[in-house]
T-cell receptor
Framework: DSGVTQTPKHLITATGQRVTLRCSPR?????VYWYQQSLDQGLQFLIQ???????AKGNILERFSAQQFPDLHSELNLSSLELGDSALYFC??????????????FGPGTRLTVL | GEDVEQSLFLSVREGDSSVINCTYT??????LYWYKQEPGAGLQLLTY?????DMKQDQRLTVLLNKKDKHLSLRIADTQTGDSAIYFC???????????FGKGTTLSVSS
Protein backbone atom coordinates (compact mmCIF):
# COMPACT_ATOMS: atom_id res chain seq x y z
CA ASP A 1 0.00 0.00 0.00
CA SER A 2 1.58 3.25 -1.21
CA GLY A 3 -0.50 5.49 1.05
CA VAL A 4 -2.06 7.28 -1.93
CA THR A 5 -5.82 6.78 -2.14
CA GLN A 6 -8.08 7.28 -5.13
CA THR A 7 -11.84 7.20 -5.45
CA PRO A 8 -13.84 5.83 -7.05
CA LYS A 9 -12.17 2.59 -8.12
CA HIS A 10 -14.42 2.21 -11.15
CA LEU A 11 -16.56 4.71 -13.02
CA ILE A 12 -18.91 3.98 -15.91
CA THR A 13 -20.55 6.86 -17.69
CA ALA A 14 -21.86 7.98 -21.07
CA THR A 15 -20.39 10.17 -23.77
CA GLY A 16 -20.86 13.86 -23.18
CA GLN A 17 -20.96 13.51 -19.41
CA ARG A 18 -18.66 15.01 -16.77
CA VAL A 19 -16.92 13.12 -13.97
CA THR A 20 -14.66 13.95 -11.04
CA LEU A 21 -11.84 11.72 -9.85
CA ARG A 22 -10.45 12.23 -6.38
CA CYS A 23 -6.99 11.64 -4.94
CA SER A 24 -5.56 11.91 -1.44
CA PRO A 25 -1.76 12.02 -1.33
CA ARG A 26 0.49 10.28 1.19
CA UNK A 27 0.68 12.02 4.51
CA UNK A 28 3.20 14.84 4.27
CA UNK A 29 3.46 14.87 0.47
CA UNK A 30 2.94 18.27 -1.11
CA UNK A 31 2.90 17.34 -4.79
CA VAL A 32 0.20 15.49 -6.69
CA TYR A 33 0.53 14.20 -10.23
CA TRP A 34 -2.13 12.81 -12.59
CA TYR A 35 -1.37 10.21 -15.26
CA GLN A 36 -3.54 8.49 -17.84
CA GLN A 37 -2.92 4.87 -18.85
CA SER A 38 -4.52 3.69 -22.08
CA LEU A 39 -3.80 0.75 -24.35
CA ASP A 40 -2.72 2.87 -27.30
CA GLN A 41 -0.88 5.73 -25.55
CA GLY A 42 0.57 3.91 -22.56
CA LEU A 43 1.20 5.92 -19.40
CA GLN A 44 1.12 9.67 -20.00
CA PHE A 45 1.62 12.55 -17.61
CA LEU A 46 -1.30 14.94 -17.43
CA ILE A 47 -0.64 17.57 -14.77
CA GLN A 48 1.20 18.29 -11.52
CA UNK A 49 0.17 20.39 -8.53
CA UNK A 50 2.46 21.50 -5.76
CA UNK A 51 0.99 22.82 -2.52
CA UNK A 52 -2.16 24.03 -4.24
CA UNK A 53 -0.55 25.56 -7.31
CA UNK A 54 -0.28 24.12 -10.80
CA UNK A 55 3.37 23.33 -11.44
CA ALA A 56 3.57 21.46 -14.72
CA LYS A 57 1.30 20.42 -17.56
CA GLY A 58 1.68 17.47 -19.85
CA ASN A 59 -0.64 16.03 -22.47
CA ILE A 60 -3.82 17.20 -20.79
CA LEU A 61 -6.82 17.98 -22.98
CA GLU A 62 -8.64 21.29 -22.61
CA ARG A 63 -11.74 19.31 -21.58
CA PHE A 64 -9.82 18.13 -18.53
CA SER A 65 -8.94 20.23 -15.51
CA ALA A 66 -7.58 19.62 -12.05
CA GLN A 67 -7.12 21.36 -8.77
CA GLN A 68 -5.44 20.79 -5.43
CA PHE A 69 -7.23 21.89 -2.29
CA PRO A 70 -5.83 23.36 0.95
CA ASP A 71 -5.90 19.92 2.58
CA LEU A 72 -3.73 18.79 -0.39
CA HIS A 73 -6.22 16.36 -1.88
CA SER A 74 -6.69 16.74 -5.60
CA GLU A 75 -9.51 16.32 -8.07
CA LEU A 76 -9.33 15.66 -11.79
CA ASN A 77 -12.38 16.83 -13.71
CA LEU A 78 -13.12 15.30 -17.10
CA SER A 79 -15.90 16.86 -19.16
CA SER A 80 -17.62 16.28 -22.53
CA LEU A 81 -16.41 12.72 -22.29
CA GLU A 82 -15.59 10.76 -25.42
CA LEU A 83 -15.15 7.03 -25.96
CA GLY A 84 -11.41 7.59 -26.24
CA ASP A 85 -11.24 8.94 -22.70
CA SER A 86 -11.79 5.42 -21.38
CA ALA A 87 -8.60 4.65 -19.48
CA LEU A 88 -7.02 4.05 -16.10
CA TYR A 89 -6.28 7.33 -14.34
CA PHE A 90 -3.52 7.31 -11.76
CA CYS A 91 -2.68 9.81 -9.11
CA UNK A 92 0.81 9.92 -7.65
CA UNK A 93 2.28 11.98 -4.86
CA UNK A 94 5.72 13.02 -3.72
CA UNK A 95 7.24 15.21 -1.06
CA UNK A 96 8.78 17.39 -3.83
CA UNK A 97 9.89 20.57 -2.22
CA UNK A 98 9.78 23.20 -4.91
CA UNK A 99 12.83 22.95 -7.11
CA UNK A 100 13.74 19.47 -5.94
CA UNK A 101 12.90 16.12 -7.49
CA UNK A 102 11.47 13.28 -5.51
CA UNK A 103 10.15 9.75 -5.89
CA UNK A 104 6.52 9.45 -6.97
CA UNK A 105 4.24 6.95 -5.25
CA PHE A 106 1.16 5.86 -7.14
CA GLY A 107 -2.39 5.21 -6.07
CA PRO A 108 -4.43 2.18 -7.21
CA GLY A 109 -6.05 4.13 -10.04
CA THR A 110 -9.59 4.89 -11.19
CA ARG A 111 -10.81 2.91 -14.18
CA LEU A 112 -13.06 5.09 -16.33
CA THR A 113 -15.29 3.49 -18.93
CA VAL A 114 -17.15 5.79 -21.31
CA LEU A 115 -20.04 4.10 -23.16
CA GLY B 1 11.07 14.70 -27.18
CA GLU B 2 12.06 12.32 -24.46
CA ASP B 3 11.39 8.69 -25.19
CA VAL B 4 11.73 5.41 -23.30
CA GLU B 5 11.76 2.04 -25.06
CA GLN B 6 11.30 -1.45 -23.65
CA SER B 7 10.80 -4.87 -25.15
CA LEU B 8 7.19 -5.95 -24.73
CA PHE B 9 7.47 -9.53 -23.48
CA LEU B 10 9.80 -11.75 -21.50
CA SER B 11 9.16 -15.36 -20.58
CA VAL B 12 11.29 -17.23 -18.01
CA ARG B 13 11.14 -20.35 -15.91
CA GLU B 14 10.77 -20.24 -12.15
CA GLY B 15 14.16 -20.04 -10.45
CA ASP B 16 15.90 -18.45 -13.44
CA SER B 17 17.08 -14.86 -13.57
CA SER B 18 15.07 -12.31 -15.53
CA VAL B 19 16.63 -9.31 -17.21
CA ILE B 20 14.39 -6.50 -18.42
CA ASN B 21 16.01 -3.87 -20.59
CA CYS B 22 15.19 -0.24 -21.24
CA THR B 23 16.71 2.52 -23.37
CA TYR B 24 16.03 6.21 -23.08
CA THR B 25 16.86 9.27 -25.14
CA UNK B 26 17.37 12.08 -22.63
CA UNK B 27 20.93 11.98 -21.33
CA UNK B 28 20.11 14.59 -18.69
CA UNK B 29 17.69 12.26 -16.86
CA UNK B 30 18.75 12.33 -13.23
CA UNK B 31 16.51 9.67 -11.73
CA LEU B 32 15.52 6.41 -13.37
CA TYR B 33 12.85 4.12 -11.96
CA TRP B 34 11.37 0.67 -12.18
CA TYR B 35 7.70 0.18 -11.38
CA LYS B 36 5.68 -3.05 -11.27
CA GLN B 37 2.02 -3.39 -12.19
CA GLU B 38 0.09 -6.54 -11.36
CA PRO B 39 -3.24 -7.27 -13.09
CA GLY B 40 -5.92 -4.84 -11.94
CA ALA B 41 -3.54 -3.07 -9.59
CA GLY B 42 -1.70 0.22 -9.41
CA LEU B 43 1.96 0.97 -9.99
CA GLN B 44 4.28 -0.26 -7.28
CA LEU B 45 7.68 1.39 -7.00
CA LEU B 46 10.32 -1.33 -7.10
CA THR B 47 13.55 0.60 -7.09
CA TYR B 48 15.30 3.61 -8.57
CA UNK B 49 18.81 4.70 -9.42
CA UNK B 50 20.41 8.09 -9.52
CA UNK B 51 22.28 8.92 -12.70
CA UNK B 52 25.70 9.12 -11.01
CA UNK B 53 25.47 5.42 -10.04
CA ASP B 54 26.30 2.41 -12.21
CA MET B 55 24.59 -0.23 -10.15
CA LYS B 56 22.16 -0.63 -7.31
CA GLN B 57 21.25 -3.85 -5.56
CA ASP B 58 18.18 -4.40 -3.42
CA GLN B 59 17.61 -8.00 -2.32
CA ARG B 60 16.71 -9.96 -5.49
CA LEU B 61 16.75 -6.84 -7.65
CA THR B 62 19.82 -5.43 -9.41
CA VAL B 63 19.65 -2.28 -11.49
CA LEU B 64 22.43 -1.54 -13.97
CA LEU B 65 22.83 1.85 -15.63
CA ASN B 66 25.00 2.52 -18.67
CA LYS B 67 24.84 6.28 -19.15
CA LYS B 68 26.98 6.28 -22.26
CA ASP B 69 24.56 3.96 -24.07
CA LYS B 70 21.49 5.34 -22.21
CA HIS B 71 20.61 1.81 -21.20
CA LEU B 72 18.96 0.68 -17.99
CA SER B 73 18.31 -2.90 -16.94
CA LEU B 74 16.52 -4.66 -14.11
CA ARG B 75 17.67 -8.11 -13.09
CA ILE B 76 15.43 -10.25 -10.91
CA ALA B 77 17.28 -13.16 -9.35
CA ASP B 78 15.51 -16.46 -8.60
CA THR B 79 12.35 -15.35 -10.40
CA GLN B 80 9.12 -16.60 -8.83
CA THR B 81 5.62 -17.00 -10.27
CA GLY B 82 4.59 -14.07 -8.07
CA ASP B 83 6.95 -11.87 -10.11
CA SER B 84 4.66 -12.23 -13.14
CA ALA B 85 3.55 -8.68 -13.91
CA ILE B 86 4.19 -5.72 -16.20
CA TYR B 87 7.42 -3.87 -15.45
CA PHE B 88 7.74 -0.21 -16.40
CA CYS B 89 10.93 1.72 -16.85
CA UNK B 90 10.52 5.45 -16.19
CA UNK B 91 12.82 8.44 -16.29
CA UNK B 92 12.33 11.86 -14.80
CA UNK B 93 11.91 14.49 -17.50
CA UNK B 94 14.34 17.37 -17.98
CA UNK B 95 12.21 19.77 -15.97
CA UNK B 96 12.08 17.27 -13.10
CA UNK B 97 8.31 17.47 -13.03
CA UNK B 98 7.03 14.28 -14.63
CA UNK B 99 7.92 10.68 -15.31
CA UNK B 100 8.30 9.45 -18.88
CA PHE B 101 7.29 5.80 -19.03
CA GLY B 102 8.13 3.02 -21.41
CA LYS B 103 5.28 0.85 -22.72
CA GLY B 104 6.07 -1.84 -20.15
CA THR B 105 7.51 -5.36 -20.34
CA THR B 106 5.16 -8.22 -19.54
CA LEU B 107 7.09 -10.82 -17.55
CA SER B 108 5.62 -14.32 -17.62
CA VAL B 109 7.07 -16.86 -15.19
CA SER B 110 6.30 -20.54 -15.71
CA SER B 111 6.73 -23.25 -13.10
Amino acid sequence: DSGVTQTPKHLITATGQRVTLRCSPRSGDLSVYWYQQSLDQGLQFLIQYYNGEERAKGNILERFSAQQFPDLHSELNLSSLELGDSALYFCASSLARQGATDTQYFGPGTRLTVL
Amino acid sequence: GEDVEQSLFLSVREGDSSVINCTYTDSSSTYLYWYKQEPGAGLQLLTYIFSNMDMKQDQRLTVLLNKKDKHLSLRIADTQTGDSAIYFCAVLNQAGTALIFGKGTTLSVSS
